[in-house]
């Protein structure tokens, strides 16, 4: 039971992990707002089925869409001009939404926040989530589309050269992230059946990066891990929570510094790929 | 609102601006050098305002050494943190982003820290003034706030005076402009970056100082970097005096905009016109505009 709660929480941050993924690692956006777009999502969904009644899976909807319009409203000014920039409006849309919720307490609770949701969304759901996003992120990675974003994120100039339109580029693949991002949102509020407006903060928001980093630019399977293992540590080493995100610190620094492309480089863990090595490893 | 409320904000907005202006420099400092947003320079910020609390609560309760230490002291950790974080990546060629990815990670890390070590508490600063406020008619000013003010302005016209006439400061301008070719020049530009992360160090120590004695030291302080790093975007990134300048601007704005409308929607509002004002104008008040080279 206590592993199945450790399991649960820790896929509902990797599917936040894994929207981050696509913006920041494939593409080179950085996002210090992504929290703010976890609480669109939670908080949409959250007030779609409890003040407007609606039925959850339209609830789950509404909560993607929102993702996906507040994305491409901060997009417009923001994703033409230098990373910083983005990277600080970002910010402030986290902080924006943070005061936003809390000024709107007639709707959102306020501080005190919202709970009371039906428990609607359990393990088998976030398992499958997590496997058809992976399996999107997936697909698009090995597309032109997931080239281009490489292409962007390792040298803009030249990825316009070569006729990759980098604003559309950058826009697209935004809105996918903060669809994501909102849909997990969303899943955690029907899962953890509490939300305040101070849960996801720009340090949340610092953390998706770090792990994204951590894990590999180019590699799911490595974000995937390290998300695993940054989520689930807590649990099994109670003793060093507190120290947690401290330790997540200096591994990421020594990563970056000495093996810049991720502990899991380009290296992808699929079922195929595997057979091949092990028949290459008997031969 | 009466006419002496809005002097009286006013007043504060512009010594909280100061301070904003502060670290906009300090901020702009090492984006002019290496082009990247330096979140870590908040990290300076928190160290150097617990450095502080603790030199003038338990070593020397004095104000003018405890804040020359503390400057000096910010300087130091502003090297410290470039050799260790920054150098390696930057000897190797790394691109931005993994630059960025650090100084988040540092400014987390730092923030963290103290989280878990003393964030249960907060620690006043000494009262080094007995009588916190003058009073001048209907108006009250905070000597603190006073004192704020022309630190600050102190403290930048020092750094200007630097950055405009000394040789360092000439080579500064130099790495600033372009990377590459001062070293062709005898520059050595290593040097002369650490130089550039001990005067954002100092203003790092001497913002840490300020904030500290003007609220209270606890581990977010340093999450006020936003505020200095909102300040340099408006003012145009890249451009020190415009960074000055739109602190100023953001300080006034803040204290009306609090006063006016209160203080949970003021961020709203704040952040909101910022993503107007990159609408209109994306190079900001000093209309310098940073193109990407190839």
Redesign the interface.
């Known amino acids: 039971m206590f592993y199945l709660k450790v399991l649960e929480i820790t896929s509902l941050y990797t599917i936040l992990v894994l929207g981050v993924y696509l913006m920041t690692g494939l593409t080179g956006l950085f996002s210090l707002g992504q929290g703010g777009f976890v609480s669109i999502g939670a908080y949409t969904a959250a007030i779609a089925f409890m003040k407007f009644n609606l039925p959850f899976p339209v609830a789950l909807i509404m909560a993607v869409v929102m993702g996906a319009v507040l994305g491409f409203l901060i997009g417009i000014p923001t994703l033409r001009l230098r990373r910083d920039y983005f990277l600080l409006i970002t910010f402030g849309l986290g902080e924006m939404v943070r005061a936003a919720l809390l000024y709107l307490s007639q709707l959102t609770g306020g501080a005190l926040g919202m709970a009371g949701m039906p428990r609607m969304v359990g393990l088998p759901l976030i398992l499958i989530s997590i496997i058809f996003i992976t399996f999107i992120l997936y697909s698009l990675k090995r597309s032109r589309f997931g080239r281009n974003c490489v292409a962007v994120r390792d040298d803009e100039m030249a990825a316009s050269m070569m006729g990759i339109n980098v604003y559309a580029q950058k826009m697209k693949v935004f809105i996918i992230s903060s669809a994501i991002t909102a849909y997990g949102g969303a899943l955690y509020a029907f899962n953890i059946l509490f939300i305040e407006p101070n849960l996801f903060n720009w340090l949340e928001s610092g953390r998706l990066i770090i792990i994204t980093f951590v894990g590999g630019l180019n590699s799911i399977a490595g974000v995937i891990v390290a998300s695993a293992i940054y989520y689930s540590f807590g649990e099994f080493f109670r003793f060093i929570d507190v120290w947690r995100d401290v330790l997540l610190g200096v591994v990421v620094i020594l990563v970056v510094i000495f093996r810049p492309g991720g502990l899991f480089q380009g290296l992808e863990l699929l079922p195929k790929k595997l057979i091949e090595k092990v028949k290459r490893e008997r031969l | 609102m009466n006419f002496n409320l809005i002097l009286q904000q006013l007043l504060n907005g512009i010594s909280l601006g100061g301070v904003y202006a502060l670290m906009a420099v300090g901020f702009g400092l090492i984006?002019n050098v290496l082009k990247?947003?330096n979140f870590s320079h908040g990290g300076v910020v928190t160290i150097s305002a617990y450095f502080g609390y603790f030199m003038s609560q338990y070593v020397f309760p004095n104000f003018v050494i405890t804040f020359i230490l503390t400057a000096i002291f910010g300087g130091f950790l502003g090297v410290l943190i470039e050799k260790?974080?920054f150098r390696?990546?930057r000897l190797?060629g790394?691109?931005?982003?993994?630059f960025?990815?650090?100084s988040?990670?540092?400014?987390?890390?730092v923030?963290?820290?103290f989280a878990?070590m003393w964030g249960d508490n907060y620690y006043p600063y000494p009262e080094f003034i007995k009588e916190t406020a003058i009073h001048m008619g209907e108006f009250t000013i905070s000597k603190i706030y006073l004192l704020m003010l022309s630190i600050s302005a102190f403290v930048l016209l020092v750094l200007g005076y630097i950055i405009k006439k000394t040789k360092i400061g000439i080579a500064l301008r130099a790495v600033s402009s372009d990377i590459r070719t001062p070293s062709l020049m005898g520059i050595n530009i290593d040097f002369v970056i650490s130089m550039a992360f001990f005067f954002a160090g100092v203003l790092g120590g001497v913002t840490g100082y300020l904030l500290g004695m003007a609220f209270t030291v606890d581990p977010f302080i340093g999450?006020m970097i936003?505020k200095g790093?909102?300040a340099a975007?408006i003012g145009g990134?890249g451009s020190l005096g415009g960074g000055v300048i739109a602190g100023l601007i953001l300080g006034v704005a803040e204290s009306l905009l609090i006063a006016e409308i209160g203080a949970?929607?003021t961020?709203?509002v704040?952040?909101?016109s910022?993503?107007?004002l990159?609408?209109i104008r994306?190079e900001g008040i000093s209309g310098k505009t940073?193109i990407?080279k190839?």
């Open positions: 984006f990247f947003s260790l974080i390696p990546i190797k790394a691109p931005l982003t993994l960025l990815v650090n988040i990670t540092a400014a987390m890390l923030q963290q820290f878990v999450s936003i790093i909102v975007i990134m949970s929607l961020p709203i704040v952040y909101a910022i993503i107007l990159l609408l994306p940073y990407v190839a």
